[in-house]
């Protein structure tokens, strides 16, 4: 008999999804503390533009970083965000959030992309963190609560437009005013990509169901 699923289950649930949302990004006060990325802040700077002089550090990597030594601190730079999420994502779980988003969430994942309900939260992460929601889909495979099929077309969601919460507002800003010019509202491709992220992971959902038996 499947336990039932208690009332702050449901609770964690609602909470996980908005951290992980963007809802709260810019908000004001103590309600900024709801946003993931808030929360991860950002690394100090170990320099700054003076007159006559060039920066000395944009940040604690620096400047014109190449091989091995950059890409090991751009890593390094992973680290509290993967920490973070999986912080969150096991007070959650602890909280019987898992069970909750996988009760309720179940039905429209297996209709979408035939992955179960409790990738809910792993999906909704990956929308402003690519780091996090990657970590949480490992951590659910790890604990067999996914398959290998479902974890491949999980992926093929996430690393098509990885992060784009973060990635459109931030790196995308810079044609908002070009956008409105020509008339098309802002977030019209930001739903194309989210479109396109579905349509991309149900191709290879096609794929492992006609061509691969068994994934190893």
């Known amino acids: 008999m499947e336990k039932k699923v208690k009332w702050y289950g449901y609770l964690s649930l609602a909470f996980i999804i ?3 949302s963007g809802v709260f990004s ?3 006060g103590p309600l900024s503390a709801m946003d993931f990325n808030n929360i991860l802040g950002s690394f100090g700077s170990l320099g700054h ?3 006559g002089a060039g920066t000395l550090a944009s940040d604690f990597r620096g400047t014109g970083g190449t091989g091995a030594r950059d890409g090991f601190l751009f890593a390094f730079t992973l680290i509290p965000a993967i920490l973070l999420a999986l912080g969150v994502v096991k007070m959650v779980e602890h909280l019987d959030g898992l069970r909750a988003a996988s009760k309720l969430l179940n039905p429209i994942l297996r209709v979408l992309m035939g992955i179960p309900g409790i990738c809910g939260i792993g999906l909704i992460a990956s929308l402003q963190s690519a780091d996090a ?3 949480m889909i490992k951590d659910l495979a790890d604990q067999k609560h996914i398959d290998e099929k479902e974890r491949l077309v999980f992926t093929a969601f ?3 437009g990885g ?3 973060t990635n459109f507002l931030g790196s995308g800003a810079a044609l908002f005013p ?3 010019e020509i008339g098309i509202p802002i977030l019209l491709p930001m739903g194309v ?3 396109f992220k579905f349509v991309g992971a149900n191709l290879l959902r096609l794929y492992l169901n006609v061509f691969v038996k068994e994934v190893v």
Request: hydrophobic share 60%; glycine share 8%; aromatic share 12%.
């Open 178 to 180: 070009v956008l409105a």
């Open 26 to 28: 810019n908000v004001e």
């Open 163 to 165: 992060g784009m919460l």
């Open 133 to 135: 929601g990657s970590t």
């Open 158 to 160: 996430q690393f098509s």
């Open 18 to 20: 908005l951290f992980f």
């Open 193 to 195: 990509i989210l479109v």
């Open 49 to 51: 533009l003076e007159e």
